[in-house]
């Protein structure tokens, strides 16, 4: 898995982190292809009820 996209699950909650903040956590082809199969598994999970996309650093959520 990719170190610029962390993803975990806390309860029903789904959580992904865009971990590249010197580039303004713009998406790479490589955390699109990190991500997508977390998605379809959590949209699969009857027991994950939302999913929450955050970006990390404070000066911008998604460049990308």
Excluded: H
């Amino acid at each position: 898995m990719s170190e610029d996209v962390l993803l975990e699950t806390r309860g029903a909650v789904g959580l992904v982190t865009l971990n590249r903040p010197k580039a303004l956590n713009a998406l790479s082809l490589e955390m699109c292809r990190a991500l997508y199969p977390q998605l379809d598994a959590w949209a699969a999970d009857p027991s994950v009820k939302a999913v929450v996309i955050s970006g990390a650093g404070g000066r911008a959520f998604c460049a990308g």
